[in-house]
């Protein structure tokens, strides 16, 4: 009756996980969910840069907006000024004129003295408009000088992208390297109970490393590959990797789900779930270690999470 719950629980949930290739449970160390959790340490240095990226995007088309608008502010103030220069000048021809005329002709000095006010008063006029423009261009240049990229921070944006490609660069390095082929010739030389026993010491040991390489190896050969695949999350979770962590377990409980070391394991994916922002599901399987194993260790560790 007990297995049968365990059955049941986990045909409810973990079959949200049914390719083993999944980095984690229920969404967890998924970059492209609009609010990721459970990421590992590398993940969260690639959602960082991912994000930063974005806003810098943001602010650089946001920028290229105003910078159109002030180009087209410019450009009329720029075509005012060259109005304001012809008339300039075309008053400079007229006061030229007039002398000329006043060389040849005799006129009413008052009529030649309001002619020349008027000139004067026009010049004047022009000239204050220039000052308005000439302040207006210079609060310009100061906003572009105060809003946009400067070298040094485009120098930065370069220098972010290069090490987020490095980065994802070594990501995918790490996802596809091959054991090393001395490893691997060596292993294959083992006989399958050899590289169990050595695993087991290598665990004890606490080297890890070594041990994941010959569980894996056992995984290849299909030699008790359940209990392989909780040994490597059970290590997964000794290193607070806790996506990977599930994600083992959860194909080690669907090759065997009898197997004598089930309330560790659940007790484990239910801590890996809540530790990467999973509670509703983490209470979940904390209340069914409760309800099937009320006598166990796990159990009391399982009440312990599930108080308020």
């Given amino acids: 009756m007990k297995n049968s719950k365990i059955v049941f629980l986990l045909s409810c949930f973990l079959p949200i996980l049914s390719f083993s290739a999944e980095p984690s449970a229920f969404g967890a160390g998924d970059l492209t969910s609009s609010n990721p959790y459970g990421l590992t340490s590398n993940e969260k240095v690639i959602l960082d840069t991912k994000n930063k990226l974005h806003?810098?995007?943001?602010?650089?088309?946001?920028?290229?907006?105003?910078?159109?608008?002030?180009?087209?502010?410019?450009?009329?103030?720029?075509?005012?000024?060259?109005?304001?220069?012809?008339?300039?000048?075309?008053?400079?021809?007229?006061?030229?004129?007039?002398?000329?005329?006043?060389?040849?002709?005799?006129?009413?000095?008052?009529?030649?003295?309001?002619?020349?006010?008027?000139?004067?008063?026009?010049?004047?006029?022009?000239?204050?408009?220039?000052?308005?423009?000439?302040?207006e261009m210079s609060l310009l240049i100061d906003e572009i000088n105060a809003k946009y990229i400067s070298k040094n921070e485009f120098n930065s944006l370069v220098k972010d992208v290069n090490d987020f490609k490095a980065l994802v660069a070594k990501e995918f390095k790490n996802s596809v390297s091959k054991p090393k082929k001395a490893t691997k010739s060596k292993l294959s030389k083992k006989s399958s109970a050899k590289i169990a026993t050595d695993a087991?010491?290598?665990?004890?040991?606490?080297?890890?490393?070594?041990?994941?390489?010959?569980?894996?190896?056992?995984?290849?050969?299909?030699?008790?590959?359940a209990y392989a695949h909780y040994m490597i999350g059970e290590m997964n979770y000794k290193r607070k990797n806790y996506s990977n962590a599930i994600s083992y377990f959860k194909k080690s409980s669907a090759l065997y789900s009898k197997a004598s070391y089930m309330p560790t394991l659940m007790l484990h994916t239910a801590v890996s779930m809540s530790k990467t922002g999973d509670k509703a599901h983490a209470n979940a399987f904390f209340e069914a270690i409760v309800s099937t194993y009320p006598d166990s260790a796990e159990a009391e560790d399982a009440r312990v999470y599930l108080q308020p």
């Fill in 55 to 135: 806003k810098v995007a943001v602010k650089s088309n946001n920028q290229a907006n105003e910078l159109d608008s002030m180009r087209e502010r410019i450009d009329g103030l720029q075509s005012i000024i060259e109005s304001l220069s012809r008339k300039a000048h075309n008053n400079k021809i007229n006061i030229k004129k007039q002398n000329e005329e006043n060389s040849l002709k005799s006129q009413n000095s008052s009529e030649y003295e309001q002619r020349l006010s008027e000139v004067v008063q026009a010049n004047e006029i022009s000239i204050a408009q220039q000052k308005v423009i000439l302040s």
């Fill in 200 to 225: 087991k010491a290598f665990y004890k040991k606490k080297y890890y490393t070594d041990a994941i390489n010959h569980y894996e190896e056992l995984i290849k050969r299909n030699y008790k590959p």
